[in-house]
């Protein structure tokens, strides 16, 4: 998978690998108040969700 910078996502993130299929992830977390298993970076939409980008 790649993410909007066309770079290789990354398929190591320390919370687990329910992250590493659904997000793409630069070893920042940026985005804050919401469930832990709906985070992700905000300049990084979600690979599978289709989420728009920021």
Known sequence: MYNQAGQPTLQNDPRGPDYDLHYSY??????????????????????????ACR
């Open 26 to 51: 630069d070893g920042v977390d940026r985005l804050t108040g919401i469930q832990p298993n709906q985070i992700g970076s905000p300049r990084l939409a979600p690979t599978v969700m289709g989420g």
